[in-house]
């Protein structure tokens, strides 16, 4: 079954208006912070399992240069340690140290206590339907995005050109 053009549009007008409040919601948390949203990304993402630097500029949507400044911050301030690709002597492995462990671990913990507090007319069952559509959603973009790189689709050449028709 597919989707009409007009509930699409709707869902579209739907992800700006999230989008919009999650960046505010998170500029508003993360005042104070040391860690900057930006890196508080790659930290997330370094987190959950030792990868290539080149990976994860991928991964993240970045360029190797930008990855490898924020690598270099990270690293500097403890959080990410590098280590020689056993692999490719001239790639990079990248892991949290323990001290990015337990940052990343805060974080997560500080984000969904301040989601928690902004939920609080939701009931649970209202949380877990959301997480499974907000899962199928990435489910489906994700799974677009990576047959357009294989070249098994005839989808426009970026998501935002999908979304903007």
Known sequence: ????????AELVSQIFDLQR?????TIANSKGQDTGIA???VLKFIGEGETRAANLAERLGVSPPVLSRHVAELA???????????DDGRAQLLALSPLGEERLAELV??????????????????????????G????????????RAAGTTNEPKTLQESING
Do not use: I
């Open 136 to 147: 199928k959603l990435t489910a489906s973009l994700k799974n677009s995005l990576r047959a």
């Open 39 to 41: 890196l508080q990304g």
């Open 76 to 86: 500097e301030a403890g959080l990410v340690v590098r280590t020689q690709d056993p």
């Open 109 to 134: 913990r500080h984000r969904a206590e301040t989601l928690q507090g902004y939920l609080g007319d939701w009931n649970e069952d209202d949380a877990a339907a959301t997480g499974a559509m907000l």
């Open 1 to 8: 079954m597919s989707v009409a053009p007009a509930t699409a």
């Open 21 to 25: 409040a999650l960046r505010c919601v």
